[in-house]
């Protein structure tokens, strides 16, 4: 089945440092992936949408210059937390839908832990 | 901006009790989707409902979608253990392409 898969699982990094989360389909080519963001004991909430080789599509509410994504290839997917603060700590989940079945669900990473101390 | 709303937000009941949960929208979703999430881990997809009225089970899951497809529920009977997690409910609203948009989630915990 189709997998996605996201790197690291966990990250502490201390405040004002970058950090950058990696998302791969590892069996299928996926021209938009999407990042979400989940606190603890809430749900996921969409930050942005990812476009293989143009610019992502945030949120309402989410900074551009603070979480940039790139969309390098039909494979992979980064978001880079620039700067990053507590309050930017938070557990980081991407998905992705295979290009050639657009009625086909999204498969998920298993997340980004990340703290920021 | 377009809101899932799911009740209850948490649910702690015992081993062999049946429970529903509820996702609710003013909107009308093209697909409607349940998941389960484990801690820690990614969300993992339950079900996927499409027309209006249509019932999907599951082993113990049912699912059903709202005739208007505006609501879903989710019943499962005979609660185990094993299905404790966190039930979330997520939706394409009709004209946002494929983006997916998550309910508020249920917390559900089964004891023995």
């Known amino acids: 089945g189709a997998v996605v898969s996201q790197h690291p699982s966990r990250v502490i990094c201390k405040s004002g440092t970058s950090v950058k989360i990696e998302c791969r389909s590892l069996d299928f080519q996926a021209t938009t992936m999407f990042w979400y963001r989940q606190f603890p004991k809430q749900s996921l909430m969409l930050m942005a949408t990812s476009n293989e080789g143009s610019k992502a599509t945030y949120e309402q509410g989410v900074e551009k210059d603070k979480f940039l994504i790139n969309h390098a290839s039909l494979t992979l997917s980064t978001l880079t937390v620039t700067s990053a603060h507590p309050e930017d700590s938070s557990f980081y989940i991407c998905s992705a839908r295979p290009d050639r079945g657009l009625s086909s669900p999204l498969h998920f990473g298993n997340g980004t832990r990340l703290t920021v101390t | 901006t377009q809101l899932l709303e799911q009740s209850p937000q948490f649910l702690s009941i015992q081993e062999g009790e049946n429970l529903t949960v509820y996702c609710n929208s003013s909107?009308?979703?093209?697909?409607l989707q349940w998941y389960r999430q484990e801690p820690g881990e990614g969300p993992v997809l339950l079900v996927t409902v499409v027309t209006g009225g249509e019932v999907k089970k599951l082993k113990r899951l049912t699912f059903q979608f709202g005739d208007a497809r505006k609501d879903s529920s989710l019943h499962i009977t005979a609660a185990q253990p094993g299905d404790t997690g966190l039930y979330l409910c997520?939706?394409?609203?009709?004209?946002?392409?494929?983006?997916?948009?998550f309910g508020t989630g249920t917390r559900l915990q089964v004891t023995l």
């Open positions: 997520a939706g394409v609203w009709a004209g946002t392409a494929s983006k997916l948009t």
């Open positions: 909107s009308v979703f093209s697909s």
